[in-house]
């Protein structure tokens, strides 16, 4: 089984800056990627950053310029750092890792979730 402990959200006034971290953790063989969704009240999820082992990275086009997702591959964490923080920013943001087994079958987790609330 694979954790994702995620932390890092909370309140912040508009203009502020988070940094999320989310660390895997049990039985992983690979991890493809790594990256950030976001559901705010009453909106779909949505992508926000995502990187690869390689380091390629991809962004939603709302948070490109003001985000930024980075990784340390031997630690298994990835990190968001969110700047230039805006109210419509506020969601709860949720670590994805998307995991390889040793016969190249692929597994999706997901972290439990950390709220980051933009005040205006």
């Known amino acids: 089984q694979v954790q994702l402990v995620e932390s890092g959200g909370g309140l912040v006034q508009a203009g502020g800056s988070l940094r999320l971290s989310c660390a895997a953790s049990?039985?992983?063989?690979?991890?493809?990627?790594m990256g950030w969704y976001r559901r705010a009240p009453g909106k779909e999820r949505e992508l926000v950053a995502r990187?690869?082992?390689?380091?390629?990275?991809s962004y939603a086009d709302s948070v490109k310029g003001r985000f930024t997702i980075s990784r340390d591959n031997a630690k298994n964490t990835v990190y968001l750092q969110m700047n230039s923080l805006k109210p419509e920013d506020t969601a709860v943001y949720y670590c994805?890792?998307?995991?390889?087994?040793?016969?190249?079958?692929?597994?999706?987790?997901w972290g439990q979730g950390t709220q980051v609330t933009v005040s205006s």
């Open positions: 994805n890792a998307n995991l390889a087994s040793p016969t190249g079958r692929g597994y999706v987790y």
């Open positions: 049990g039985s992983i063989f690979s991890i493809n990627s």
């Open positions: 990187i690869t082992t390689g380091g390629s990275t």
